[in-house]
């Protein structure tokens, strides 16, 4: 199969090597199947088909290197914060791994210059370079298998382009985001922080509940008042906020829900 690809990919767009040039040069890497890398790199609105008719493309890739970024991430993420919660951890691979924080990565390595599409390319698809990345990516599993593309990603791409720590950072301020939240839709939101019943000098407690609009919507506790604020701000983005796809910040949308407490 691979070999009439080949076939057509060098009658269609010429020899191989320029393609072992992008790669060398984006990557810093030299395959061992190009045709994997090439078949990466074709939008499905420039498919090439096979005698029987048979459409190729980046489609099948793409869905195999999006699973494969998703794990090295959630591998990056489980070893570098090993005392996060699962709840926060989600939200920050979820924030990496957006078609819209990949397609800007695509664009920062200069792979949006190679794709081949045919048509206006963003009416065509939004994200059609972060779905490059992705075959490709997929790719490179195929071709040198998961340990080569963990490396790959996490030293090339993720440490080099992607501001992880930031996100991880604000995805941890709950109570910042929800100030936030409140400022945006003119909601009064207050905090609470007392002593908890189970406060020592020794072991000192607090128990912090949150007011929006003078009602109570959640609470938490902690062994600082920092901490038990963030709790209870994390509380209430559970109960009340949901993700907004991955560029932005979660923010709160169940109004109903807060005004009926």
């Known amino acids: 199969m691979f070999r009439s690809i080949g076939a057509i990919f060098k009658s269609r767009y010429g020899k191989d090597?320029?393609?072992?040039?992008?790669?060398?040069?984006?990557?810093?890497?030299?395959?061992?199947?190009?045709?994997?890398?090439?078949?990466?790199?074709?939008?499905?609105?420039?498919s090439l088909f096979l005698?029987?008719?048979?459409?190729?493309?980046?489609?099948?890739?793409?869905?195999?290197?999006?699973?494969?970024?998703?794990?090295?991430?959630?591998?990056?993420?489980?070893?570098?914060?090993?005392?996060?919660?699962?709840?926060?951890?989600?939200?920050?691979?979820?924030?990496?791994v957006s078609r819209s924080s990949l397609n800007r990565l695509a664009i920062e390595i200069g792979l949006d210059r190679h794709i081949i599409a045919q048509g206006n390319v963003s009416v065509l698809q939004k994200h059609i370079y972060g779905d490059a990345l992705e075959a490709l990516f997929g790719a490179i599993y195929l071709d040198k298998g998961y340990n080569f593309a963990n490396r790959l990603f996490i030293n090339g791409l993720l440490r080099k382009y992607v501001a992880w720590e930031d996100m991880a950072e604000q995805e941890n301020d709950f109570k910042s985001r929800l100030i936030e939240?409140?400022?945006?839709n003119?909601?009064?939101?207050?905090?609470?922080?007392?002593p908890s019943s189970a406060y020592t000098s020794k072991l000192p407690q607090f128990a912090t509940t949150i007011y929006?609009?003078?009602?109570?919507?959640?609470?938490?506790?902690g062994g600082s008042k920092k901490e038990s604020e963030q709790a209870a701000a994390h509380e209430v983005f559970q109960i009340f906020c949901v993700s907004e796809g991955g560029d932005s910040?979660?923010?709160?949308?169940?109004?109903?829900?807060?005004?009926?407490?």
């Open 249 to 261: 910040q979660s923010e709160c949308v169940a109004e109903s829900k807060i005004d009926m407490q």
């Open 186 to 194: 003119r909601r009064q939101v207050n905090f609470e922080t007392k």
């Open 51 to 96: 005698e029987d008719g048979t459409p190729i493309n980046n489609e099948r890739l793409e869905f195999l290197g999006d699973a494969v970024i998703e794990t090295i991430v959630s591998d990056f993420l489980f070893i570098e914060y090993p005392e996060e919660k699962e709840g926060v951890l989600s939200q920050l691979r979820s924030r990496i």
């Open 181 to 184: 939240w409140g400022q945006k």
């Open 17 to 46: 090597r320029a393609y072992y040039k992008i790669l060398k040069a984006i990557f810093g890497i030299v395959p061992n199947n190009i045709e994997l890398y090439k078949l990466a790199l074709i939008h499905r609105s420039a």
């Open 212 to 221: 929006v609009d003078g009602k109570p919507v959640g609470s938490g506790e």
